[in-house]
Nanobody
């Protein structure tokens, strides 16, 4: 059974940075695609960034050039480095793992950016 645990969220001022961490359990991490999504109140859950099992990445348009996703297969951990944060980045951020036809979600971590 896969369990995803996010950490690193919090309150930051506009222009600041945060690094989110998602630690995965189970033995499928290295062969899974990992992603970060976010959901603001009253809005749908949107893709922030995705990294494939071999390291290919793609990003949502609103975060390109500011956010970086990375993974450490030895630690079964995926990271999201967020720079130049703005109030529009305020949301709950969720970690996502896809392996075959199976998808897993973390419980989410709140990121709040003050102006």
């Amino acid at each position: 059974q896969v369990r995803l645990v996010e950490s690193g969220g919090g309150l930051v001022q506009a222009g600041g940075s945060l690094r989110l961490t998602c630690a995965a359990s189970g033995n499928t991490f290295s062969i899974s695609a990992m992603a970060w999504y976010r959901q603001a109140p009253g809005k749908p859950r949107d893709l922030v960034a995705r990294i494939s099992s071999n390291g290919w990445t793609n990003y949502g348009d609103s975060v390109k050039g500011r956010f970086t996703i990375s993974r450490d297969n030895a630690k079964s951990t995926v990271y999201l480095q967020m720079n130049s944060l703005s109030p529009e980045d305020t949301a709950v951020y969720y970690c996502n793992q896809v392996w075959g036809f199976t998808e897993y979600w973390g419980q989410g971590t709140q990121v709040t950016v003050s102006s």
